[in-house]
C-alpha cells in the first residue's frame, strides 16, 4: 500500500474525486484519540461521499443515516494501493484521527488536466 499526505490544496478536489465512484460502496469510521482509545462511529454503511468545504474548514462523510462532520482538520492521508484506495485518514482540530476505511477499494480515476488539448492543424 501507498500511503500519502495530501496538501491541504488538494483536499477539495481530492474529496470531489473520491465521491465520484462511491456509489454503492460500504464504509466504517473509527476515531481515535488518547483520551477515548479507538471508537467505531458507524460500521460498514453505504457511504455517499466525502468532501471538503474550505470555507467552514470542515471534512464531511456523507452515509447512509449519518453526516459525520470532522472540524478543523489539520491533515488528511490517504492509502492507496495497486487495487485502489483502501482508507481515508483526518486528524481534526482536537488532535483525534477519524479513519474512513472502505470495506472494497476504490479505484480512483486519474486527475483532471487543468491542460487544454491543442487543436490539430
Not at 480512483?108 to 491542460?115: C, D, E, I, M, W
Amino acid at each position: 500500500m501507498s500511503v500519502r499526505q495530501l496538501s491541504k490544496s488538494e483536499w477539495q478536489s481530492y474529496c470531489d474525486r473520491v465521491s465520484k465512484g462511491l456509489q454503492g460502496k460500504r464504509a466504517q469510521i473509527e476515531v481515535a484519540a488518547l483520551h477515548l482509545g479507538d471508537q467505531i462511529a458507524t460500521k460498514w454503511v453505504p457511504i455517499f461521499g466525502i468532501s471538503y468545504d474550505p470555507k467552514d474548514d470542515i471534512v464531511e462523510v456523507a452515509l447512509e443515516g449519518l453526516d459525520h462532520l470532522i472540524h478543523r482538520p489539520r491533515s488528511v492521508t490517504v492509502d492507496e494501493g495497486t487495487t485502489g484506495l483502501s482508507s481515508v485518514e483526518v486528524l481534526d482540530g482536537e488532535g483525534r484521527k477519524q479513519i474512513v476505511k472502505l470495506a472494497e477499494p476504490l479505484m480512483l480515476p486519474p486527475p483532471a488536466s487543468n491542460v487544454a488539448p491543442t487543436p490539430s492543424p
